[in-house]
């Protein structure tokens, strides 16, 4: 096993680290496709009768993202960073060159199907990077023996991931050390539709509940990123913008700010005409409930959905005593 920082100190300065080359095409939101293009590594062998050394950014790369919203941003982010340095993606397993998995461990037979295409992509013999929640929370899983993995906050990275899997390297980037941009390219799987994270972990510590294993502690972007986010996917035709998080009623607590407050400022950047609308996501009760007026209020807007995504683990004060640190001190009825 070796991690990929160990082989950026190991290479003794023989060219350039992974990562180093500069992305081939503008940031946008179209992914480049292969349409059974000639990739210039295929069949084409040395005078010793091995295959010549890949080209970066040749090959075409199959992708499969499980579990939420914020997952399927995550994805798109990667995919637009790959799609950037000049790899194509494609929709076909079998003629793709690599693998890339993006996980999810909060659903059973989420983390059940990731297990089976796993197992698919080594029986092809395929490399393969997995991704996600699963690796996160869960690195010591023997499924994921023999495999490269990328961290939840370690998606700017993945070409690098990429790069050096594709070399017959395993390396694993799992440290987290500070939010992805928000302005990385982007891949949208609907173009009209921008799956904006907020923050990431939760302030709870549920025992029926592995997010706080794989995504951490709270983390939440600046009121300012996520305006600035907003005004240019505006500008780029979005039409839908969904605010995504583990928890998005936590949304500030760690830096000084909450919800109302990032609402109004984006709903001061919409079009008037109701061109782009906003959607709010998944919210848990304890400290949503805190601002029920001014939520209210946001939601009476022409330009915001009036919904709400409240999951409801127990109804009973006791069973959540005890499997949460922060509880509501009375059930919440819906």
Known sequence: MEDIEDLLAGSGGGGAPPGFRLPINAVGVNPKYNKNKPRLHDNHLSKTGSLSPKIPGTETIYMKTFGCSHNQSD??????????????????????????????TVKSPSQSAMDTLIAKCKS???????????????????????????????IDRVVEVVEETLKGHEVRLLHRKKLPALDLPKVRRNKFVEILPINVGCLGACTYCKTKHARGHLGSYTVESLV???????????????????DTGAYGRDIGVNLPILLNAIVAELPPDGSTM????????????????????????????????????SGSDAVLSVSQKIVPTKSVSL
Not at 302 to 313: D, T
Request: negative net charge.
């Open 228 to 246: 600035g986010r907003v005004r240019t996917v505006i500008a780029d035709g979005v039409k839908e913008v969904w605010l995504s998080s583990e």
């Open 124 to 154: 092809a013999k395929k490399p393969l990077v997995v991704a996600g929640c699963v690796p996160q929370g869960s690195r010591d899983l023997k499924e994921l023996e023999g495999v490269s993995i990328v961290g939840v906050q370690q």
């Open 75 to 104: 994805s798109e982010y990667m995919a637009g960073q790959l799609s950037a340095f000049g790899y194509a993606l494609t929709d076909n397993s079998e003629e793709a060159d690599i693998w890339l998995i993006n996980t999810c």
């Open 278 to 313: 906003l959607r709010i996501g998944m919210t848990n009760p304890p400290f949503i409930l805190e601002h029920l007026k001014e939520i209210a209020e946001v939601l009476r807007h022409p330009c915001v959905y009036s919904f709400l995504h409240v999951p409801v683990q």
